[in-house]
């Protein structure tokens, strides 16, 4: 009987070096795909591609499989891109990584994986797949919580996570890096990656300010007071604490400032002090577009634990469908035990019931003291504005 033919998606890194081995010790025909799907500044220093690729080559000799490239550049930018730059635009903080998961890594490299005869997919992320006894696939949190990917992975469905193993899952990533070492990986020291999938290493308001203009607005306190000006509602997040620009406020409490609202009417920008004010709490959010791993939203007034962000502990909530929650419409509900804090617009609340996780939606509002940020979608432009 022939071997099981599994692609293995490879970026150069040592998760995904130590994945291919793994699956070649455990009998599989393994071929190692590179994907490039960034090429707007090839030749830029922050632009890993290059070396990427050598490393990916070196690996694939070292562990004696074949190795192909292939450029989804053209399906990032009309997919990923695209979304992310009118979500900047219209006042929000999208998730790229979580979209890229879904629409490149799972959707236009599984096709081009099963076009080339593969049974299954294999990445280095830390997540696990279960199949049930019905036949059902789940996404599981990895064994290393602290390393846990299942978070940029929720909008898999059960197609996507059937033709999928994660063998990084059940192991911690010291483990990884020993296997690297151990079999000689020249990659086996590298540094993990941990910019936006696109984006990189670089200064992010620099490279957000190549598509998006500028556009100055006052900074103002709940109270209507102007501290400061800001350079564009685009370039700030809830709950950001650098880059403000105000130090210690002049009554001398010498609280941090942070982002706490934006309008985008007026546009302006409302900043307060101290890590828990109230209009950076939130004990109820709304979440829109909803992606069920299992294909059906979960049960009404589901409690679970979801997290609002990535590198957030679980918090104890409870689930409720408003209208018709199957995708691709429909909103639900979060509500929380305990306030959570900068719940952020654009970002995705996943939902877990213990370590299976169920899906979730792109947050659109919650419940703090601060004003609800809203704004239609903005056309957006894929070029970098011309230089001044």
């Known amino acids: 009987m022939s071997q099981q033919k599994v692609v293995v998606g490879m970026s150069g890194g040592v998760d995904s070096s130590v994945t291919a081995w793994l699956l070649k010790q455990q009998g599989y025909e393994v071929v190692g795909l590179f994907m490039k799907n960034w ?20 690996v694939a000799d070292l562990i004696g499989i074949d190795l192909e490239a292939v450029n989804f550049a053209a399906e990032y ?24 998961n879904a629409e490149i890594k799972f959707k ?3 096709d081009h994986a099963l076009a080339l005869g593969a049974q299954t997919i294999a990445t280095g992320h830390y997540a696990r797949v279960r199949e049930t006894p019905e036949g059902r696939f789940e996404l599981l949190k990895a064994l290393d919580h602290t390393k846990d990917q299942s978070y ?5 469905n059960q197609t996507q996570l059937a033709k999928t193993l994660f063998p990084l899952g059940e192991m911690p990533k ?4 020993e296997i690297a070492a151990q079999i000689g990986l020249p990659n086996a020291r590298k540094k993990d990656s941990t910019g936006i999938c696109f984006i990189g290493e670089r200064p992010f308001r620099e490279f957000l300010n190549r598509y998006l203009p500028t556009q100055p607005g006052p900074m103002k306190t709940p109270d209507g007071k102007v501290v400061g000006e800001h350079i564009g509602l685009a370039f700030y997040t809830f709950g950001q604490r650098k880059g403000i620009g105000l130090g ?3 009554d001398g409490s010498g609280e941090p400032w942070f982002v706490a609202a934006k309008d985008l009417a007026s546009n302006t920008l409302y900043v307060v002090q101290g890590h828990d004010h109230p209009w950076l709490l939130s004990h109820t959010l709304q979440a829109g577009n909803p992606s069920w791993v299992a294909g059906v939203a979960p ?3 589901l409690a679970c634990a979801a997290k609002t962000r990535y590198r957030q502990a679980d918090a104890t909530c409870t689930f409720s469908a408003l209208g018709t929650s199957q995708p691709p419409g429909g909103h639900f509900a979060l509500n929380f035990r305990d306030a959570q804090w900068a719940v952020t617009p654009g970002q995705s609340a996943v939902l877990y019931d213990g370590d299976v996780c169920l899906g979730g939606g792109i947050i659109e509002a919650a419940d703090s003291a601060a004003p609800l940020t809203r704004a239609p979608q903005q056309a957006a432009l894929l070029t970098p504005r011309p230089a001044a």
């Open 174 to 177: 010291t483990q990884v890096r």
């Open 39 to 58: 090429e707007d500044d090839d030749d830029s220093e922050y632009c890993s591609a290059r070396q990427d690729w050598i490393d990916v080559v070196s």
């Open 108 to 110: 236009a490299f599984l």
């Open 77 to 100: 930018k009309d997919r990923v891109f695209a979304e992310f730059l009118r979500e900047y635009s219209a006042g929000r903080t999208p998730n790229p990584d979580v979209l890229c």
């Open 152 to 156: 940029f992975l929720h909008r898999l």
């Open 248 to 250: 210690g406020s002049k």
């Open 299 to 301: 049960a009404a007034a």
